[in-house]
């Protein structure tokens, strides 16, 4: 008999979640530009500008869409930005949608995947870079969602005459967007859908604030529309253990998303008050009955320092990580950075961090669609060792609301390099001290820092250096770039690196000018 209550229940939950959101839907598509975008190994892609229009049924519940202006159907209109990259022979794609969060008002796909080793991209950017993403056939979808960043959120006049917007609707639209460009053929006005046909699995990815808007947006039941779940996987970076605070009505000019906490505010309500650890959502996702996607969550060094990532392994108490559910993987890039910036902005101490991480992204990006298209199982967790933090490094402690939280940062070995995790061949055959702290302002905490050995003994003696020397740690430039080719295989082999990135990490360690410079070849003709 509880069984029978219990499925019951179920069936009237989910009967109740797809009722919910039978309204919403997307119902035009206003294309404003179309041009070439380049030619890649899948062939010439497009890049389409255009604006998304919907709406979405009052009932939802969303807080304060029910008090926005209805239009002539009953329902509450709204409107997104969108950017499309995608090919422009449909039978050259791969089946395969990646929907990105724009971070800010900014996309970041191609920083996050087509970035090129020696000049990182900046979230923004449409720069083709080494033209991962379209060689691999994928389309790509920038879908914008935030207060002041491109979407046109619902809002209203509270009782007080103040005008306030439903920045929860962000969730909304991006599920209607993502159920839109892989199912619909045309929009209600006839205008087709340039990806209509195209798309058998549907893809997302977010870095940071957007992987907490990923986070939230599967926690609150938005990954379901209807029937459909909406994303099959998801690609979630350096997210810490936070989630996003927009469900709620906010003022303006600012969306209620802009806020982390900080070393000088650590307190900030919203981010770090609710589910800290994927676990913990994927069990509330799976007790609606849903289909939770394929995840993969990836985290830097630096995110230990600055984000609390320890809470999102263990929860709110102890040291012991949480055992993750068979949808999740977690990587964690060892001597990694939240962000990487090319030029060390002035008032922070140290050096910034310098270790390209992008290879790890284009890997597993790539190891997650086979996951999902293909069940092709992905490599195993990697997480880096951690250890109860100290007061040195500075790191972020827990809100005084987590009175039982415990922060961890990766434990270090003798070079202060972290133990454990996936381990790129910077890392593995070392010419400095990778992901420390920097500074503890945001900005300058969040680029970690690099700390260059001594070239020889002498030179480390001078500096009162105790790592070994370069001298002392490597024969020649061949030792040193024989080893890193060892490590480069080691990754490909176990699925964190492509040919393609090993050839260019091997070429990098063998014109390193760590060995002096490179001396010309009097017997040369």
């Known amino acids: 008999m509880k069984n029978s209550l219990a499925s019951l229940a179920t069936a ?18 206003e294309i404003t530009s179309t041009q070439p975008y380049g030619t890649f190994r899948a062939g010439n892609y497009t890049l389409i500008q255009a604006t998304l229009h919907g709406q979405l049924s009052p009932t939802e519940k969303i807080p304060g869409l029910d008090k926005a202006p209805l239009n002539a159907a009953g329902q509450v209109d709204y409107s997104t930005k969108l950017v499309l990259m995608m090919p422009t022979d449909p039978s050259r794609g791969n089946g395969a949608l990646l929907v990105d969060v724009p971070n800010r008002g900014k996309a970041y796909a191609n920083a996050l995947y087509n970035s090129p ?36 959120l619902p809002s209203f006049i509270d009782a007080e005459g103040k005008r306030k917007y439903v920045e929860g609707a962000g969730f909304a639209m991006m599920r209607d967007a993502g159920i839109f460009l892989a199912h619909a053929a045309k929009d209600s006005t006839g205008t087709a859908n340039p990806l209509a046909g195209m798309i058998s699995r549907t893809l997302a990815s977010g870095k940071s604030q957007t992987g907490r808007f990923l986070k939230g ?41 802009n806020g982390t906490p900080s070393f000088t505010n650590p307190d900030l309500p919203g981010v770090h008050d609710g589910l800290l650890t994927i676990g913990e959502i994927t069990a509330q996702v799976v007790a609606r009955g849903e289909v939770a996607p394929k995840m993969m969550l990836i985290t830097t060094s630096t995110d230990y320092y600055s984000l609390r990532a320890s809470l999102g392994r263990t929860g709110a108490e102890g040291q012991a990580d949480q055992t993750l559910p068979a949808n999740v993987r977690m990587y964690d890039i060892a001597g990694s950075s939240h962000v990487l910036i090319p030029i060390k902005p002035p008032h922070c101490t140290m050096v910034q961090g310098v270790l390209d991480w992008t290879p790890v992204s284009r890997a597993t990006f790539l190891r997650l669609d086979q996951w999902v298209g293909s069940n092709l199982a992905p490599p195993a967790t990697q997480l880096m060792t951690l250890e109860r933090a100290s007061t040195t490094p500075a790191t972020l402690r827990a809100p005084a609301s987590l009175p039982n939280a415990v922060m961890q940062v990766p ?67 061949d030792d040193y770039v024989n080893r890193i080719r060892g490590a480069a295989f080691n990754l490909l082999e176990s699925g964190f690196l492509l040919r393609d990135d090993a050839a260019v990490i091997v070429q990098a360690a063998a014109a390193t000018r760590a060995f002096g410079e490179l001396k010309p070849n009097p017997n040369a003709r």
């Open 12 to 29: 009237a939950a989910l009967s109740s979640l797809f009722a919910f959101h039978a309204a919403a839907e997307v119902t035009r598509l």
């Open 117 to 152: 080793r020696d000049e990182p991209f900046q979230s923004g950017t449409f720069e083709q870079g080494t033209g991962f993403l379209q060689d691999n056939g994928f389309s790509i979808a920038e879908v914008y969602w935030e207060l002041g960043q491109g979407a046109n």
């Open 217 to 257: 947006f599967l926690l609150n039941g938005f990954n379901m529309a209807g029937p459909q779940r909406v994303f099959d996987g998801m690609h979630v970076f350096v997210s810490g253990s936070g989630l996003l605070p927009i469900m709620q009505t906010g003022t303006g000019p600012e969306s209620s998303a």
């Open 411 to 477: 434990k270090l070995d003798a070079d202060g390099n972290a133990l454990g995790g996936v381990r790129l061949p910077d890392l593995v055959a070392p010419l400095g001290t990778h992901g420390g702290q920097n500074s503890p302002e945001t900005r300058c905490s969040l680029m970690g820092s690099y700390i260059p050995f001594a070239k020889d003994a002498a030179q480390r003696t001078e500096n009162n250096d105790l790592r070994p020397s370069v001298a002392e740690r490597y024969k020649n430039r």
